[in-house]
C-alpha cells in the first residue's frame, strides 16, 4: 500500500509535468500565431484549451482520491494540497493563451502595427518561468522556486517598456489606438502567465518551508 | 471527535465569509476611492491587503489541519479541497482591489478625464458576485452558483461599454489616452474580480455535484 502510494505519488508528479508542457506549448504556439499572424494556428490554440480543461478534472480527481484512501503524513498532504492549487493555476494560464488568441484572430483582420520583437521575448521569459516553477515543485527545489519569483520583475519591465512604446504609436496617430491597444492586453496577459508562474513558486517554498504546518502536523 | 470536526468545519465556513467581506469591503473602499478621488483610502487599500493574505494563510493552515487530524468523507473532504481553492481566488481579488489602488492614485495627480459612473456599476456587479459565490459555497447552492456564472456576461458588457466609450475619448483627443488607458485597466481589473466570484461559483457546483468523486469515494 505505501509503495503504491508512492507510485501515485509518481503518476501525479508525471501528470502536472504533461499538463505543464501543455500550457507551455499553448503558450509559444499562439506567440507564433500572433507573430506570423496565423489565425488557424490562434484558433487551434483556443480548442485546444479543451484539453487543458481535461488535465484540470483529472489532476484534481487524482488528488481527492489520494486524499482519501490513504492517510498521508504531513510533508505528502501538503504536497497533494499543493498540486490542487498548482493545477488551478496552470489552468489559468491555459485562459491566457485563449486570451491571447482572441486578440490575435482580432489583430490579424488589419495591418500589422508594427513587427512584434518586444512580445515574443516577453513570452519566451514568462514560458519558462512556468517551466521552473513545475521543476522547482516536483524536485520541492526552494532556490529555484525563488528564482522564478525574481524573474517576475524582468516580465514587468517588459510591459513597461511595450507600453511605453505603443503610447507613443496611439499619440501620434490616433487610428492605431485600436490595435495598440490589443497588444497591450497581450502583453497583460503575458504578465498573468508570469504572475501564476510566481504564485506557483511562491505555493512551493511555503510548502516546503512552511514550519509552522510542520510543527502542527509532524 | 465526530462533533468536534464539524464545529471545525463551521469555523472555517465563518472564517471564509469573514474573509470573504473583507475583500469585498476592499473592492468597495478602492471604488471610493477612485470616485472620490481620494488617494489616501487608496493607500489604505493597499496596506489593508496584509489582513487579506492573514486570511490567505489561516484558512489554508486549517484546512490542512482538518485534512491531517480527521479523516473527512466523501462530501466534507471536498468541502474541505474546493475551500483550500476558494481562498486563492479571494486573495486574488484582494490583489485586484490592490491594482485598482495604484491606478487610481496615478489617476488622482491629474485632472479627472470623466466622472466615472460605469466603473461604480460594474464593480458593484463584480462585487455582488462575490458574496453570492461564497453563500453559494457554505449553503451548498448550486442554483445560487449558477446564477453568479450567468451574472459574468453582464460584467462583460460593461467592460465592453467602458472600452467603447473611452476610446471615443481618445480618438478625438490623444492626451487623453494615458487616463483612458488607465480607466480601462482598471475595468479590466473589476473583471477579473468578476472572473475569480465565477471560478468560485464553478467550484461550488463541481463540488456539490461531480458524480465522478462520488463514484470513485461513496
Not at 31 to 44: F, M
Not at 45 to 54: A, F, K, M, S
Not at 176 to 181: E, G, K, N
Amino acid at each position: 500500500m505505501q509503495r503504491h502510494f508512492h507510485e501515485e505519488l509518481e503518476t501525479l508528479k508525471q501528470t502536472l509535468l504533461a499538463m505543464g508542457g501543455l500550457v507551455e506549448d499553448q503558450i509559444r504556439r499562439v506567440v507564433r500565431a500572433l507573430v506570423e499572424r496565423d489565425s488557424d494556428l490562434a484558433q487551434e490554440v483556443i480548442e485546444r484549451d479543451r484539453e487543458v480543461n481535461t488535465y484540470d478534472v483529472e489532476v484534481d480527481e487524482k488528488c481527492v482520491e489520494l486524499l482519501a484512501l490513504n492517510q498521508p503524513t504531513a510533508g505528502d498532504l501538503r504536497f497533494i494540497t499543493t498540486a490542487m492549487k498548482i493545477v488551478t493555476d496552470l489552468e489559468r494560464i491555459g485562459d491566457q493563451a485563449v486570451n491571447i488568441a482572441q486578440r490575435a484572430i482580432e489583430l490579424n483582420q488589419e495591418p500589422q502595427l508594427k513587427p512584434y520583437i518586444d512580445l515574443p521575448r516577453m513570452a519566451d521569459k514568462a514560458q519558462r518561468m512556468v517551466k521552473e516553477s513545475l521543476d522547482a515543485f516536483v524536485a520541492r527545489d526552494t532556490e529555484l522556486a525563488r528564482r522564478v519569483c525574481g524573474a517576475d520583475d524582468s516580465v514587468d519591465a517588459f510591459k513597461e517598456q511595450i507600453f511605453r512604446e505603443l503610447l507613443t504609436f496611439m499619440m501620434e496617430d490616433p487610428k492605431t489606438i485600436p490595435r495598440a491597444i490589443r497588444l497591450i492586453l497581450i502583453s497583460r496577459f503575458l504578465e498573468r502567465v508570469a504572475d501564476h508562474a510566481t504564485n506557483i513558486a511562491e505555493m512551493v517554498i511555503y510548502m516546503v518551508e512552511s514550519k509552522m504546518v510542520r510543527h502542527t502536523l509532524a
